[in-house]
């Protein structure tokens, strides 16, 4: 199933390796994908390099390259060599897409500047927390020091940091196998509520969405290394009493 009125903004990076794997096993394609990297080259080169393996993974395989799973899913895509989502470059191919659906699957540290908001877009965002409650960066570490739990919200990108209009969120429980957070798991669950979104439009047609009402809610900055480790620590314990 395609949904047209979706494109994917692709950087080169684990979520955006599991957003696509979920979409190609669920069967819920974007029209297209826009892959932006200022390392194409390399890129192309693991796609033609890479070999497919055996390995049933239970979340997703991050030694998949993206291009070798578009290739495979038959999903158009363009090449931007900038990785810079408020590039010049990258502002014209968005104004020229038909898609009005843009989700945003970007690098680290890059935030959408006002003139991407000017072009009758929406931003399609899946968030590692729950919000409200846990805006910022690396909210899954605090979300299970104060709760136990993990979670991750999709909303429409305003110009507020995580404060954008809230389509559906979900909390998981924590993984009863040793898995990378970081790089496996955190990327799956966002991956989980972006399929939800995609359903939701598929069965309905529209997104419907719900402002985000808790205006004294922190906004948590990185976590320090002493804190990480200790919410590892709690994490692998509750494995172990399992």
Same mark, same amino acid.
């Given at each position: 199933?395609?949904?047209?009125?979706?494109a994917?903004?692709?950087?080169?990076?684990?979520?955006?390796?599991?957003?696509?794997?979920?979409?190609?096993?669920?069967?819920?394609?974007?029209?297209?994908?826009?892959?932006?990297?200022?390392? /194409? =080259?390399?890129?192309?080169?693991?796609?033609?390099? $890479?070999?497919?393996?055996? &390995?049933?993974?239970?979340? @997703?395989? !991050?030694?998949?390259?993206?291009?070798?799973?578009?290739?495979?899913?038959?999903?158009?895509?363009?090449?931007?060599?900038?990785?810079?989502?408020?590039?010049?470059?990258?502002?014209?191919?968005?104004?020229? /897409? =038909?898609?009005?659906?843009?989700?945003?699957?970007? $690098?680290?540290?890059?935030? &959408?500047?006002?003139?991407? @908001?000017? !072009?009758?877009?929406?931003?399609?965002h899946?968030?590692?927390?729950?919000?409200?409650?846990?805006?910022?960066?690396?909210?899954?570490?605090?979300?299970?020091?104060?709760?136990?739990?993990?979670?991750?919200?999709?909303?429409?990108?305003?110009?507020?940091?995580?404060?954008?209009?809230?389509?559906?969120?979900?909390?998981?429980?924590?993984?009863?196998?040793?898995?990378?957070?970081?790089?496996?798991?955190?990327?799956?669950?966002?991956?989980?509520?972006l399929?939800?979104?995609?359903?939701?439009?598929?069965?309905?047609?529209?997104?419907?969405?719900?402002?985000?009402?808790?205006?004294?809610?922190?906004?948590?900055?990185?976590?320090?290394?002493?804190?990480?480790?200790?919410?590892?620590?709690?994490?692998?314990?509750?494995?172990?009493?399992?």
């Amino acid at each position: 199933m395609i949904l047209e009125e979706f494109a994917l903004l692709a950087s080169d990076t684990a979520r955006t390796k599991a957003y696509l794997q979920a979409m190609i096993r669920d069967d819920i394609l974007p029209g297209i994908c826009i892959v932006y990297s200022d390392d /194409l =080259k390399k890129m192309q080169a693991e796609k033609e390099q $890479y070999q497919e393996s055996t &390995l049933n993974e239970q979340y @997703f395989d !991050i030694a998949t390259p993206i291009l070798y799973s578009l290739h495979r899913a038959g999903i158009p895509y363009l090449l931007i060599d900038n990785k810079d989502i408020n590039s010049e470059q990258m502002l014209d191919v968005l104004k020229g /897409l =038909k898609q009005q659906y843009l989700i945003y699957s970007g $690098y680290g540290g890059y935030i &959408l500047k006002s003139h991407l @908001f000017q !072009i009758n877009k929406k931003y399609i965002h899946v968030h590692a927390g729950i919000l409200p409650q846990y805006r910022g960066s690396t909210t899954v570490y605090y979300s299970f020091l104060q709760e136990k739990i993990f979670g991750a919200t999709a909303i429409f990108l305003s110009e507020g940091i995580d404060e954008g209009e809230i389509i559906t969120q979900e909390t998981f429980e924590v993984p009863r196998e040793h898995v990378d957070i970081d790089y496996i798991y955190e990327p799956y669950m966002r991956s989980r509520v972006l399929i939800k979104v995609m359903r939701q439009y598929l069965e309905t047609g529209e997104l419907t969405c719900k402002e985000q009402k808790w205006d004294g809610a922190e906004t948590y900055f990185i976590i320090h290394p002493v804190l990480k480790h200790i919410a590892l620590l709690g994490i692998e314990q509750m494995r172990e009493l399992e």
